[in-house]
Nanobody, 124 residues
Framework: QVQLVESGGGLVQAGGSLRLSCAAS????????MGWFRQAPGNEREFVAT????????YYADSVKGRFTISRDNAKNTVYLQMNSLKPEDAAVYYC?????????????????WGQGTQVTVSS
């Protein structure tokens, strides 16, 4: 069982930066693939980024590639999402998720554990 708690969301102007954190409970965090997803009102939950258990493999949605960076610190049981050059269309609730079933995945159905989400608002 893994419990995930996101933090770091908030209000930022377009062009600004935020760093989201996702703290995980449990001693097996380093064996989980992690992902970040987001959901804006009226939209389906969409993939943002994923990272393998070792941190050596990462993938990004095209819409955030070059602006967002996913990373993890297994010693701290934490995964991060550095978001730069934020745009109004990045505004959403951001969720982190964990999976032991995959090395990495863009598919939210393959993640077993989810955090409660953190709100990101981007003003234009």
């Amino acid at each position: 069982q893994v419990q995930l708690v996101e933090s770091g969301g908030g209000l930022v102007q377009a062009g600004g930066s935020l760093r989201l954190s996702c703290a995980a409970s449990g001693r097996t965090f380093s064996s989980y693939a992690m992902g970040w997803f987001r959901q804006a009102p009226g939209n389906e939950r969409e993939f943002v980024a994923t990272i393998s258990w070792s941190g050596s493999i990462t993938y990004y949605a095209d819409s955030v590639k070059g602006r967002f960076t996913i990373s993890r610190d297994n010693a701290k049981n934490t995964v991060y999402l550095q978001m730069n050059s934020l745009k109004p269309e990045d505004a959403a609730v951001y969720y982190c998720a964990a999976s032991r079933r995959v090395l990495t995945s863009r598919d939210p159905r393959l993640y077993d554990y989810w955090g409660q989400g953190t709100q990101v608002t981007v003003s234009s």
